[in-house]
Structure formats: C-alpha cells, structure tokens
C-alpha cells in the first residue's frame, strides 16, 4: 500500500507542473537585493537571477550560512562576475529583527550602489513562539513587517533614482485568516502564532498597495505574491509528531513545491517584462489574483502606514 500510494503521489506530482518565469531573461547590468537569501525560495531565486547576469545582494542575519550559500551558489550557477558582464552574488549582513541592523544595511548600500533595480523583500519569520525583535516588536509582526517597511522606505530614493524599478513582496495566502488590530499590533494583550504570522502577511499585503498608490508616476512598480506550499525551513517552528514526520515527509514531498517552483513568481516579478508598469497587484504562479476585501481596505493600509512610520522611526 505505502508503496503504491507513493507511486501514485510521484505520478502525481510529475502530471501537476507549475508556473515557470520566462526562461533566457537577461538581467545583465541590474542589481538586485533579496532578503532571507542563504536558505529556501531566496536562495532559489538568488540562483536564477545570478543565472541572468544580475549582480545579487543578498541580505542575510548569518553572515556565515549565507557565504556558504553563496558559494554553492557560484557552483552550480558557474558564472562569476569576472567573465566578461556576468552575473555577481555579494553577501551583505541585514537582520529584519533590528531597526539598526537594517539602517546599517541600507547605509551601506545606499554609499556602495549606483542603482538598485529590483528590491524582493522575502525573508521571514514563521509561527514561532511569543518573543520580541531587538526593539521591542512581536517576532512575525516586527520581522515580516516592519522590517520591510523600514527597509523599503530607506532605500527607495536609490529605486526612483534607478527607475524603472520593481519591488517584490513576499506575502501568503494564510492573509485570509489575518487581521490589522491596531489596539494590539504588538500582541501585548495576546498571542496566537498563526493568527500574527497571518496578520503580517495581511500587512504586507496592505503595505505593497499603498506604496504602490504612493509611487504612482515614479517608474517604482510594486507587487505582492504568494508562493503555495514549499518545502523550506520556515517551518522550523511548528511541532510534527516524530512517528508522523515519515508520513509528513511523503506528503510535503508529493505536494508541496521545492523552494525553486515556489520561487517562480518571485523571479517573474522581478524579471518579466510582461508584468513592466503593472503596479499594485497580487500574483500567484506567475498569474494575477483576486484578494479578499480586507487585504483592499485603503484605509487600513494608510492607518497601517501611519503607524508603521512612527514605530519604525521615520516619523517622531
């Protein structure tokens, strides 16, 4: 039984396919900054833009994994930047749990880098338990959201000075069952892991929509997405029975995308030009998708905004 059943799941699996960016896009002579790029859908799209010719910032919290990714990068891509406008992959520290982590980053950037063509906010922080980032943030919210959020506004004067541009937000369809509870953003009141991941991936959802309202007529286009279901670290969090992790196992491997299938949409965002001066929308595998009326909510998104700033330090 177990092994028919794992026959049908490959047959299965193989029949399924997914959504492929354009293959041969050039992205020669464009920089771009991913973050969470040593493990899972970033390392995967770090890769396949490396294999595009981009030179690919790669802002990591672990300095040390991330260099060992990157090696393995440069291996199975086998292209360097000495080969004559070939792609570059450099590895930069970025910690989304501290404001001042992403300050030093974006500084550094901002004195190293002549242009910034495509920002992908994709790292994040998945049902962990209650804890808080260097300043005082709930883990998911502080990581997913507000990390990016200061991130994205530092380093937008680089991404109107290099126009056109793109910036690609990392959401998940697990937006459905968030919301914005602005009496308890921080969940001081209380705390449900799944709940908060699914609210920061509400805001940051919200966040791609009204900065693309604020961006119109810059040439700075900004999308969100979702992968589905990958097979990453992410959920490192969450607690699998050992006698369960065999089935897990086959399961996630029979239905789940690999990090590279799960990248896809991201990449396409990134490098498409079918999707050139298209702004404000939500994607999944590589096509545009409906949202649910409260990832809309215009006045959410600018309270959200509001608030966001301030917590952030952008506004006293």
Request: proline share 3%; aromatic share 8%.
């Amino acid at each position: 039984l177990a092994l028919g059943g794992g026959l049908i799941l490959a047959v299965w699996r193989w029949l399924r396919g997914t959504a492929r960016a354009v293959a041969g896009s050039s992205m020669r002579g464009k920089t771009v900054i991913i973050t969470g790029a040593n493990s899972g859908l970033g390392r995967a799209a770090a890769a396949e833009l490396l294999r595009m010719r981009a030179r690919v910032i790669m802002g990591c919290r672990d300095r040390e994994r991330a260099e060992q990714a990157a090696r393995e990068i440069r291996a199975e891509v086998g292209e360097r930047a000495e080969d004559g406008g070939g792609g570059e992959l450099v590895v930069r520290e970025l910690d989304l749990a501290s404001l001042r982590s992403v300050r030093a980053f974006c500084h550094r950037v901002l004195q190293e880098e002549p242009r910034l063509d495509v920002l992908i906010n994709n790292a994040g922080v998945f049902q962990c338990p209650y804890m808080k980032t260097e300043d005082g943030f709930e883990m998911q919210f502080g990581v997913n959201h507000l990390g990016h959020f200061l991130l994205t506004n530092l380093l937008l004067g680089l991404l109107k000075h290099s126009a056109p541009s793109r910036i690609v937000v990392v959401s998940s369809k697990l937006y459905k069952y968030g919301e914005i509870n602005f009496e308890d953003l921080n969940s001081e009141i209380s705390y449900n892991k799944s709940f908060c991941y699914s609210r920061s991936k509400l805001a940051n959802i919200l966040f791609a929509r009204e900065l693309a309202r604020r961006l119109e007529g810059t040439g700075v286009t900004v999308n969100s997405l979702h992968p589905g279901i990958v097979r990453t670290n992410l959920g490192r969090h969450v607690n699998i029975p050992l006698l369960a992790r065999p089935l897990f196992n086959l399961v996630s491997w029979a239905f789940f995308k690999s990090p590279l299938e799960g990248a896809q949409t991201s990449i396409y965002l990134a490098s498409s030009p079918d999707v050139e001066g298209i702004s404000g929308k939500y994607f999944g595998d590589c096509k545009e998708e409906e949202l649910l009326p409260k990832a809309m909510d215009d006045l959410v998104a600018r309270k959200l905004w509001d608030i966001s700033e301030v917590m952030v330090g952008l506004l006293k």
